[in-house]
């Protein structure tokens, strides 16, 4: 450590928010370079190599071949698949010296499918699957959280190639399995979760979330083991039922645009006949959101929702991609005079109504059921309008949130909700880019038939702040193993020299035992500031060598557990080597 | 090899002109993915993987460690050390979404600084020595030969950080000593030359360069085991001669422009009284450039050079850097009407003269000697003008082309000429970036100092490329063996189950004693193409399997030598292994 380019900080840097981001940087793994780009220094390019040797041996454990892409990369096959346009401000694009337009990489499955085109042509050739672990490029607009979601970041990314869609779901398999076995080894907690909804047969896409509260993506479980991204869940349709009121009255109710005034002046100025009080639940709402396709065209959406729920941004994004939503704003409403704010009901809404807005009502609304909802008047809500007799709409969306114990889509019970980061994501592709970009090979029978593709990715600097994160305490990190930077951590105190000689002796033996060994031989720093250091750093076993050697003694602490052994000199080596080796 | 993700070809890319680049294109090391930008496909990416395994190696060996910084950059440290600028059309610049500038790196000498300086405060800390291996970029104007001069490429860079003068020359002498052991171990002959003028002690700047003549750089080498670039001999002043010939007069040459036709007319026309012959050496040939400037400002340049020699755009370049040196046009002739085309002489040329360009002189122009130069006035020239009596200039430049047979710098003997590609350059950089961006340590009295740095760059991608070309024949890539994707190639041929089970085990047991086994397991292949492939791919190594077998043997060839011999069944394993761990 007298040698090692390592300087410690005492205080959490100002920019970093996370437990693991704030001691990633303190005790020294990585530095800011500029807003989501981030300098590797010595301790954390060691930790980033154990995680890619994982990830790497279980790719190649199911036959996948490592090749590597360049970052820089021609325009013209984004161009082809249109993700030229789609990936929008998010895609880094530059010129050459000649004016040629260039990108970044985001991701590749471009550059993989014309490079499987270039060389195959046969069934003969297919599976293949193949993987790079390289350097991405996305221009995010909130880069957040040191390495969790970078500008510059290092994914592995692999694409399976079949020519049916049984070898497809067969390389999914193998992936999936590949997957289970990485984070099992990585060592933090994580659930897979359905990433979509489950259309194409349930495990078309699957996400890999590191369990966090620190998470941005929300995740439901049921207590019969289904796990789903929220944009995955499918409420199922309800069921129509008998209509149960008389025909639908609109009534004055002054100064209530939201939902929480309606409620409150229904039950004081509408009470209902048999006397129940009215809910949140019992109403209507009409939110609209302006639509943004790629091609730069915008279109307002109305979604109707019970009264009691939100529209979700991430489940309804999930629903209209590639377009993006953007809020339906004053200038907006001065385009569609009909539309009385706060008072908005399916009487204007609908392609065939007065605004020619898109309607599409949440699926909970069953047919046969009546709401309190706008009547298209300010100060006035209409009441009893019943869904099939008195309104329709264009189709249905799963936009609404999902609420912790909604019924689970298994029937196992109720949901529960919990926070996690995509970590992985593996997906059944299809021919998408294989058509785009004409990737075809002879089948048996000599007929050109498409390419069938995997998509499958890891973030792996980001699965380094994952495991930081899952692994500290509030005096340092406390590193999994397989991935610390080190295997041990030796200690020498004091200002006796026989004890920095021992430590010496220590170091070379265990590093001739091949472990890892970080050695603290600074001769003028204290004790206190050099077992602060090592809990900082976080090295799983950490070897003291001071006071107690006079009673032939070495300290043997482990890091998560806090707590320590004394060890007979002569013992060490073997005790810390049976103790890294047993792990 | 029946799921290799390869496919040779037969045909030659048509983009490839060196050979090496060729082969490593057809045996599916490489493919192109953009100019100069280049794919590693499974085969390259072993190889190169091999290269930087070596680099790293040693460079650990002399201490230095390792760290990663990101290669999309902040443009503000660039632009304190004026390089956002100086490079120029080099850069690729682009801006983020919110419009800042950014840079992919083509060099990280700033922040390096800048992380030093944020980490280190005390003469103590250093000396240290910081290395990477990562992906650089610069926009090469003409991007060639495949690795060799990419757009995208890896590179090692390292910098040392010392407070003295004498512990850079040692961090220097100990990068030396690295950089020696990874060239010997690389496989491709190599020189170390001189790189600058030699002013700071001639060991300041070396380079060292693959000896190749489709090298770019042109270097020298003497008797006496001189080398250096051409952009660092430097040509002694040539000792002043006592004045032989009479008062300069002025002669009619009509259409004399260039030195043939003058020598020539000279011939004719004006014999010599001594008899002797005119040549072109009696002449003085003046040469004007036009400077450019980092800030975009032009300044003509003036160079009298013997009429035998050129000026050398690589010398000139090293001489007048930053400034980049352009034609002097029509354009600028009109700026300048006392410029006689063809016929310019020194009674124009210099700052106190009519024209006001700066003028320099070759050092091999002696003070007294005689020469015949222009007149300025079209159609005549000056014989006898006398350099000291009749003309002087600014100064001298070192700009004139070395010729095959110039006397050597260190006296040994007349100079050779060789063709080399730049492969690793190590510099004592000094203390530019460290004061550029306030790198400062305290030294032993309490007093701030600044950090003095040394410069070392290894063009890994291109080291592949150099090996490539320097290793093969017109069958193939021929790889030295701690370079090669595998240590053997077997090759089962035939129809006989018998030989590729008895392959197989052969596989097993060389994969179980550690080696990497390439094996051609392709049924349907004939035996013809399986032999050309192994012969192109270039293991060193070939195991073939076939009709020897019926008499107890096996074939092991040498790709290197091409000899065979017949080795018994059981012995294979042991002889190839011998072999491969001998090497």
Redesign the interface.
């Known amino acids: 450590m007298s040698?090692?380019?390592?300087?410690t900080l005492r205080e959490d840097p100002a920019d970093a928010e996370l437990p693991g981001h704030k001691l990633l940087v303190r005790a020294g793994y990585i530095?800011r370079?500029?807003p989501g780009?981030?300098?590797?220094?010595?301790l954390?390019?060691k930790v980033?190599r154990n995680v890619e040797t994982i990830v790497r041996e279980e790719m190649e454990a199911i036959?996948a071949?490592?090749?590597?892409?360049?970052?820089?990369?021609?325009r013209e096959p984004y161009e082809a698949t249109n993700r030229w346009d789609e990936y929008g401000?998010?895609l880094?694009?530059?010129q050459?010296?000649k004016g040629v337009d260039?990108l970044?990489g985001p991701t590749h499955e471009e550059?993989f499918t014309i490079?499987v085109k270039?060389?195959?042509s046969s069934y003969k050739d297919l599976p293949?699957t193949?993987f790079q672990i390289q350097?991405k490029?996305r221009?995010e607009?909130r880069p957040r959280a040191g390495l969790l979601r970078g500008?510059?970041f290092i994914m592995k990314d692999s694409y399976s190639f079949d020519h049916t869609k049984q070898g497809l779901e067969e390389s999914y398999a193998k992936h999936r399995g590949a997957y289970v076995k990485i984070f099992d080894r990585l060592g933090f907690e994580y659930v897979v979760v359905h990433a979509d909804s489950g259309a194409m047969g349930g495990s078309a896409s699957e996400e890999f979330l590191a369990v966090s509260r620190h998470g941005e993506d929300t995740f439901v479980r049921s207590p019969g083991g289904f796990a789903a991204n929220v944009e995955a869940v499918v409420v199922p349709q309800a069921e129509p039922v008998e209509v149960s009121v008389g025909p639908a009255h609109i009534e004055d109710t002054p100064e209530t645009p939201t939902i929480e005034t309606l409620v409150a002046a229904l039950n004081a100025n509408h009470p209902r006949d048999d006397g129940r009080e009215w809910t949140a639940a019992d109403t209507l709402k009409n939110v609209i959101v302006m639509l943004v396709h790629p091609d730069g065209t915008r279109e307002p959406l109305a979604i109707g929702v019970p009264g009691d729920r939100e529209v979700d941004a991430k489940r309804l994004e999930a629903q209209v991609a590639p377009a993006d939503v953007e809020a339906f704003e004053e200038k907006d409403f001065a385009a569609y005079p009909m539309l009385a704010k706060g008072y908005i009901g399916p009487g204007v809404l609908g392609e065939e109504k007065a605004s020619g807005i898109r309607y599409l009502l949440d699926p909970s609304i069953a047919e046969g059921s009546a709401w309190v909802t706008g009547a298209d008047v300010s100060g006035k809500h209409v009441i009893d309008l019943v869904h099939g007799r008195d309104f329709t709409a264009g189709g249905t969306i799963q936009a609404a949130r999902i609420k912790e114990g909604d019924p689970a889509p298994d029937g196992s019970g109720p949901l529960t909700l919990a926070r996690g980061i995509e970590m992985g994501h593996i997906f059944q592709l299809g021919t998408k880019y294989a058509e785009a970009l004409g990737l075809k090979v002879l089948d048996e029978n000599g007929k050109l038939v498409t390419v069938t593709m995997g998509s499958y990715g890891i973030g792996v600097s980001r699965a380094v702040a994952a495991i930081a994160e899952d692994n500290l305490d509030d005096k340092g990190l406390i590193w999994p193993r397989h991935i610390a930077p080190f295997d041990v951590h030796v200690v020498a105190t004091g200002k006796d020299a026989a004890v920095f000689e021992k430590a010496e002796q220590v170091v070379a033996d265990l590093e001739s035992a091949g472990l890892g060994v970080l050695f603290d031989d600074r001769p003028k720093v204290s004790p206190g500031v050099k077992f602060k250091d090592a809990e900082l750093i976080g090295v799983p076993t950490i070897v003291v060598l001071g006071r107690g050697l006079s009673d032939g003694t070495i300290e043997v602490k482990d890091r998560r557990s806090g707590t320590s052994r004394d060890v007979a000199v002569d013992e060490v080596a073997a005790e810390v080597l049976s103790e890294v080796r047993g792990a």
Chains 1, 2 share one sequence.
């Not at 040698?3 to 300087?7: K, M, P, T």
């Open positions: 040698n090692l380019f390592l300087r530095r370079a500029a780009v981030y300098t590797w220094l010595p954390g390019l980033l036959g071949q490592e090749l590597s892409f360049p970052a820089l990369l021609p401000p998010n880094f694009r530059l050459d010296r260039m970044l550059m490079t270039d060389m195959f293949t193949l350097t490029y221009d607009a500008r510059e």
